[in-house]
């Protein structure tokens, strides 16, 4: 094989799973860096190939839901 330039290593911080794409490979599409701020303000930066990003968009949308609740729980309370 001849000397390729231009290769992105990637490695799913889920499972592992590792990819070497070349630049405008269509794979890479497949791959997605996520950003989320822990509970006690932490924010993190994490890569996931697209199997582990479905898992955690599934993840995020019930925290979403929590969170929505929390908030609505708290309005009904207020009596202002």
């Given at each position: 094989?001849?000397?390729?330039t231009g290769i992105?290593?990637y490695?799913?911080?889920?499972c592992?799973?590792?990819a070497?794409?070349?630049?405008?490979?269509?794979e890479a599409?497949?791959?997605?860096e996520?950003?989320?701020?822990t509970?006690?303000?932490?924010?993190n930066?994490?890569l996931?190939?697209?199997?582990c990003?479905?898992?955690y968009?599934k993840a995020?949308a019930?925290?979403?839901?929590a969170f929505?609740?929390f908030?609505l729980?708290?309005?009904e309370?207020?009596r202002?």
């Amino acid at each position: 094989m001849p000397k390729q330039t231009g290769i992105t290593r990637y490695e799913c911080d889920r499972c592992g799973r590792v990819a070497h794409l070349a630049e405008g490979a269509p794979e890479a599409g497949d791959w997605r860096e996520v950003r989320r701020v822990t509970a006690d303000g932490v924010d993190n930066s994490r890569l996931f190939c697209k199997e582990c990003a479905a898992e955690y968009r599934k993840a995020a949308a019930e925290q979403d839901a929590a969170f929505n609740a929390f908030i609505l729980k708290g309005k009904e309370g207020y009596r202002g």
